[in-house]
């Protein structure tokens, strides 16, 4: 069965400071997907970025950074320079390959960062 | 694009009442899904569609949720005889199987969500 940990439940950090939420795996599958979602307090969820399985090439985008890991089968992602408009919830989700793509989602709990000014 | 719609935003209605949502996906997306968060925890899913075919239900959606996607573009949510334990916010996505570099691409748009609370 799939499953998605995000051990920390809850961060607080000062503004600029640099913050890292883990996020751990389980999967039987050798070709599946990761994501990263923003939840902010409006409550959509906001795609940040998809990692394909086979691409282990860590990415970057602005102030946001991601190092996917299979070894340790941890796809954290690190926000630089925090600034008060990161306050959110952030979740780490992961799908199987269906024949047709990626399919269902499964989240993990999800961690609240509260960067203050 | 215009985003992932849901009617209602809000409902709120008392216990044994049937109540139905609306999910309008992103324009020529042929895949809609369905999800359930309740507070504190991540969402979880209900139900896909490709196109008007319901491709996959969740243990989670017992007997009295039924979805429909009649035409393949818009899609509805009913949950009869409401309880209690129904009350989350309901979130619909929906997505598109592209063709890029080779490979298979696929990520899900979610709507606003409807959130429900039943008394």
């Known amino acids: 069965a799939q499953k998605v940990t995000q051990a920390q439940t809850e961060i607080s950090v000062v503004e600029k400071e640099d913050v890292t939420l883990d996020c751990v795996y389980e999967t039987r599958d050798t070709t599946y997907y990761l994501f990263w979602y923003k939840q902010p307090p409006s409550g959509e969820l906001v795609f940040l970025i998809r990692?394909?399985?086979?691409?282990?090439q860590n990415e970057i985008s602005g102030r946001y950074s991601w190092n996917f890991q299979k070894s340790t089968s941890s796809f954290n992602f690190t926000i630089t320079a925090s600034q008060v408009v990161d306050s959110a919830v952030y979740f780490c989700?992961?799908?199987?390959?269906?024949?047709?793509?990626?399919?269902?989602?499964?989240f993990g709990k999800g961690m609240k960062l509260t960067v203050n000014p | 694009d215009t985003g992932v719609s849901q009617d209602p935003r809000h409902k709120i209605t008392k216990r044994g009442q049937n109540v139905t949502f609306r999910c309008d996906p992103i324009?020529?997306?042929?895949?809609l899904y369905w999800y359930r968060q309740t507070l504190g925890q991540g969402p979880e899913f209900l139900t896909y569609?490709?196109?008007?075919?319901?491709?996959?239900k969740s243990r989670l959606l017992s007997d009295r949720f039924s979805a429909e996607r009649p035409k393949g573009s818009f899609s509805t949510l009913e949950i009869q005889r409401t309880e209690q334990g129904d009350s989350a916010m309901y979130l619909c996505?929906?997505?598109?199987?592209?063709?890029?570099?080779?490979?298979?691409?696929?990520?899900?748009?979610f709507g606003p969500g409807t959130r429900l609370t039943v008394l």
């Open positions: 324009s020529e997306h042929n895949r």
């Open positions: 569609f490709q196109n008007e075919a319901q491709l996959e």
């Open positions: 989700a992961l799908s199987e390959a269906g024949q047709g793509g990626s399919e269902k989602l499964v």
């Open positions: 996505a929906s997505s598109s199987l592209l063709l890029a570099s080779g490979s298979l691409t696929d990520t899900q748009y």
């Open positions: 990692r394909n399985s086979f691409d282990e």
